[in-house]
């Protein structure tokens, strides 16, 4: 069964780094990847995803400020997040596409971490 598990997520103040990390089950591997967030109230937005094949792609938001990578040796898919803003406080998922490339229909779902930015 196809698993995500988030975690690296906590508390910082502005200007700081955080790393993510999702573990992922090796079917999920294979498929596109992306990382959501989501506040109270707002809409979810995806923040980055990255093709089977690597290629990345960023909201505007964060772009030059987070990067999105994947280990395939450990099935491991990581969101570092630099000079974070108070607006980037939010629940951060992982998600896996249904294929392996990046349709948007995102199949399975992480169970989220806690970001908070403090200014």
């Known amino acids: 069964q196809a698993q995500l598990v988030e975690s690296g997520g906590g508390s910082v103040q502005s200007g700081e780094s955080l790393k993510l990390s999702c573990a992922v089950s090796e079917v999920a591997s294979r498929r596109c990847m992306g990382w959501f967030r989501q506040t109270p109230g707002k809409e979810r937005e995806r923040v980055a995803r990255?093709?089977?094949?690597?290629?990345?792609s960023y909201a505007p938001s964060v772009k030059s400020r987070f990067t999105i990578s994947k280990d395939g040796a450990k099935n491991t898919l990581y969101l570092q997040m630099n000079s974070l803003k108070p607006e980037d406080t939010a629940m951060y998922y992982c998600?896996?596409?249904?294929?392996?490339?990046?349709?948007?229909?995102?199949?399975?779902w992480g169970q989220g971490t806690q970001v908070t930015v403090s200014s």
């Open positions: 998600a896996a596409d249904a294929y392996w490339y990046c349709s948007e229909s995102w199949a399975i």
């Open positions: 990255i093709s089977a094949g690597g290629t990345p």
